[in-house]
């Protein structure tokens, strides 16, 4: 992703639960869903569809996952933190909850599959 988003400041959290009504997915980074609006290196938007991190608040505190779901990605430019905690092992979840109870500024979101 390339742009020019550079004039924005950290958001707080706690993630919006209902974005997925009122945000529209933007694009996907390897085949995981990004849900806007993006605006990198600045805004990044919502990650993921049952494991989702909105990257706008997270400030890349600590690893948490024990099946290893994660893996960080590289945001320089960002206000929150120069690093994010990418989904790419989404399918992998066992919905422990363990990231979203951890999560100190609240952005991350599991949606358990019916
Ligand atoms: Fe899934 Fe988060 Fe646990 S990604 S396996 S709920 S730490």
Not at 9 to 32: C, E, L, Y
């Amino acid at each position: 992703m390339t742009a020019n988003g550079t004039n924005y400041s950290k958001v707080d959290g706690p993630i919006d639960p209902s974005f997925k009504s009122k945000r529209q997915v933007a694009g996907t980074f390897q085949g995981i869903k990004v849900w806007g609006p993006v605006d990198p290196p600045g805004q990044l938007g919502i990650w993921g569809t049952e494991v989702t991190v909105d990257f706008d608040i997270c400030v890349a505190c600590t690893e948490a996952c024990p099946v290893n779901v994660y893996e960080w990605l590289n945001t320089p430019g960002h206000p929150a933190s120069e690093k994010k905690p990418f989904m790419i092992r989404e399918k992998d979840c066992i919905f422990c909850m363990a990231c979203e109870n951890v999560c100190p500024p609240q952005c991350v979101k599991i949606f358990q599959k019916g």
